[in-house]
């Protein structure tokens, strides 16, 4: 049994970085793909940004692509999320899962078996 476990939110201004961790125990995630998911209040749960199980091919939402990006360390279970050049409209909590049927990663919500618990994201303006 996979559990995701995130850190690394908090409240930071517009403009700067964060980066997100998103470890995984219970047995290995380095042959799934995994994403990065993002709700705000009153909104539905949507896309960020995933990655392949050899984190050798990322895809991104257009309104994160050339500003965040998403790592991973198979060594240390985790993958990352490295959010730079933050916006208001980035606030949300943000959402780490595995797709334990796919190595490739999915931007579908649907697709994903297991999510961590979220972390808070807040950029003031």
């Known amino acids: 049994q996979v559990q995701l476990v995130e850190s690394g939110g908090g409240l930071v201004q517009a403009g700067d970085s964060l980066r997100l961790s998103c470890a995984a125990s219970?047995?290995?995630?380095?042959?799934?793909?995994m994403g990065w998911f993002r709700q705000a209040p009153g909104k539905e749960r949507e896309f960020v940004a995933t990655?392949?199980?050899?984190?050798?091919?990322?895809t991104y939402s257009d309104f994160v692509k050339g500003r965040f990006t998403i790592p991973r360390n198979k060594a240390k279970n985790t993958v990352y999320l490295q959010m730079n050049s933050l916006k208001p409209e980035d606030t949300a909590v943000y959402y780490c899962?595995?797709?334990?049927?796919?190595?490739?990663?999915?931007?579908?919500?649907?697709?994903?078996?297991?999510w961590g618990q979220g972390t808070q994201v807040t950029v003031s303006s």
């Open positions: 899962a595995v797709d334990m049927n796919n190595k490739w990663g999915s931007p579908s919500v649907q697709d994903y078996d297991v």
């Open positions: 219970g047995r290995t995630v380095s042959s799934y793909g």
């Open positions: 990655t392949s199980w050899s984190g050798g091919s990322t």
